[in-house]
């Protein structure tokens, strides 16, 4: 049952392939994207969404904050990203211009569930992207967009949150086309890169060995930080939340730029840090970032893209993944991570499938 794998989560990030050709698949022809079967908004109504609010809990709410700069880079429209516990309670401004994404792998946690409710019922659209058919958030949303990773059972959530952002990718190139902020060729060519991901993601599988060896030498830790600017923030918060999750060591995500403002005095010789360095825009950035930790002492495993000979310079060990757009990036980024997770739980000996306190699916508050 878990297909030669010693643990679920271990077959569910080999399966990441898989899950993100299986949620591509039907939704793109020839360079376009047809969500049509779906999301039953017409033209008029995508061209007056006015603002979008992306609204989950805890590994889908992290695809949600990839979601705010995917749509508004896209679609160039207004995104807030809430954890729907607080959502529900903090009176958001809701309007029948509003649509509500909201995202969950099971369909059924409860405060995503009631969050949902209470934006239906302000008049809002609401679009779930889900892993299950049938679930309750499946059922009460108006439109529904399946992420075909199949069932996960680790309580880490690995291959969903790959497929959420292939769901979220493919939401906002739908409105992008309709919306046209960008030009068709320029759209085309995000598709294209987009199909791209299954193979690159079997690619970065391949690291695991390195992966696991960096892994096993920190798994003695007590703290690590995880460092990132822009979307890699959003990565480093998942990578972060997936560590503490199952290998009980204390870890924070910190936007680089933040460093300064408090956190850096909490870096000290040895401490593992492990420094995205994946999205251009910031690339310089990010490097004089790393070596403010470096400076302290810090041992750092660098994650950047394929030709990046540079980094090798500054951190203890690099990770590439292959090249692709930048916005495209926390696919593969987000892999690395998963495997480090693992295997700093493998060697900590504790239980990967079922870490402690946690359930699969939150039905209560
Ligand atoms: C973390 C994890 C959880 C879930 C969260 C939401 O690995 O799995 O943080 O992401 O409980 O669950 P769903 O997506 O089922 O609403």
């Given at each position: 049952?878990?297909?030669?794998?010693?643990?679920?989560?271990?077959?569910?990030?080999?399966?990441?392939?898989?899950?993100?050709?299986?949620?591509?698949?039907?939704?793109?022809?020839?360079?376009?994207?047809?969500?049509?079967?779906?999301?039953?908004?017409?033209?008029?109504?995508?061209?007056?969404?006015e603002k979008?609010h992306f609204v989950?809990?805890?590994?889908?709410?992290?695809?949600?904050?990839?979601?705010?700069?995917?749509?508004?880079?896209?679609?160039?429209?207004?995104?807030e990203c809430d954890v729907a516990s607080e959502y529900r309670y903090r009176n958001p401004i809701i309007t029948d211009k509003t649509?509500v994404?909201v995202?969950?792998?099971?369909?059924?946690?409860?405060d995503t569930?009631a969050a949902l409710r209470e934006a239906k019922s302000q008049g809002a659209?609401v679009?779930?992207?889900?892993?299950?058919?049938?679930?309750?958030?499946?059922?009460?949303?108006?439109?529904?967009?399946?992420?075909?990773?199949?069932?996960?059972?680790?309580?880490?959530?690995?291959?969903?949150?790959?497929?959420?952002?292939?769901?979220?990718?493919?939401?906002?190139?739908?409105?992008?086309?309709?919306?046209?902020?960008?030009?068709?060729?320029?759209?085309?060519?995000?598709?294209?890169?987009?199909?791209?991901?299954?193979?690159?993601?079997?690619?970065?599988?391949?690291?695991?060995?390195?992966?696991?060896?960096?892994?096993?030498?920190?798994?003695?830790?007590?703290?690590?930080?995880?460092?990132?600017?822009?979307?890699?923030?959003?990565?480093?918060?998942?990578?972060?939340?997936?560590?503490?999750?199952?290998?009980?060591?204390?870890?924070?995500?910190?936007?680089?730029?933040?460093?300064?403002?408090?956190?850096?005095?909490?870096?000290?010789?040895?401490?593992?840090?492990?420094?995205?360095?994946?999205?251009?825009?910031?690339?310089?950035?990010?490097?004089?970032?790393?070596?403010?930790?470096?400076?302290?002492?810090?041992?750092?495993?660098?994650?950047?893209?394929?030709?990046?000979?540079?980094?090798?310079?500054?951190?203890?060990?690099?990770?590439?993944?292959?090249?692709?757009?930048?916005?495209?990036?926390?696919?593969?980024?987000?892999?690395?991570?998963?495997?480090?997770?693992?295997?700093?739980?493998?060697?900590?000996?504790?239980?990967?499938?079922?870490?402690?306190?946690?359930?699969?699916?939150?039905?209560?508050e």
């Open positions: 049952e878990k297909g030669g794998f010693d643990h679920f989560m271990m077959k569910e990030i080999h399966e990441q392939p898989k899950a993100i050709r299986d949620t591509l698949s039907g939704r793109v022809k020839e360079g376009v994207v047809d969500l049509s079967q779906e999301v039953g908004l017409t033209p008029e109504q995508i061209k007056g969404i979008i989950a809990c805890g590994t889908a709410y992290h695809a949600g904050l990839i979601g705010k700069y995917v749509m508004e880079d896209l679609a160039r429209i207004p995104v649509l994404v995202v969950s792998q099971s369909g059924e946690t409860a569930l659209r679009i779930a992207i889900t892993n299950v058919v049938g679930s309750s958030v499946a059922r009460e949303a108006d439109d529904v967009i399946i992420t075909w990773a199949g069932p996960e059972i680790a309580v880490a959530s690995t291959k969903a949150y790959t497929s959420q952002l292939i769901a979220i990718y493919l939401l906002s190139l739908y409105f992008a086309q309709v919306r046209g902020p960008k030009a068709v060729s320029e759209l085309s060519e995000i598709v294209s890169h987009l199909l791209e991901l299954p193979a690159k993601a079997e690619a970065v599988l391949k690291q695991e060995a390195q992966i696991a060896q960096f892994a096993r030498g920190i798994a003695t830790s007590e703290h690590l930080f995880f460092l990132g600017r822009g979307m890699d923030y959003a990565v480093a918060l998942e990578g972060s939340l997936k560590l503490k999750e199952i290998s009980y060591i204390h870890s924070e995500a910190y936007a680089a730029g933040e460093l300064k403002h408090g956190t850096l005095a909490l870096i000290e010789e040895n401490i593992p840090v492990v420094a995205l360095a994946t999205q251009h825009a910031v690339y310089e950035k990010m490097v004089s970032n790393i070596q403010e930790v470096k400076a302290r002492g810090a041992k750092v495993l660098g994650i950047a893209v394929e030709g990046n000979h540079e980094l090798q310079k500054t951190v203890d060990e690099v990770i590439h993944i292959p090249k692709t757009i930048d916005l495209l990036a926390p696919v593969l980024t987000v892999i690395p991570l998963q495997l480090f997770a693992y295997y700093a739980c493998v060697e900590r000996g504790y239980d990967v499938d079922k870490p402690r306190n946690l359930a699969k699916s939150v039905t209560v």
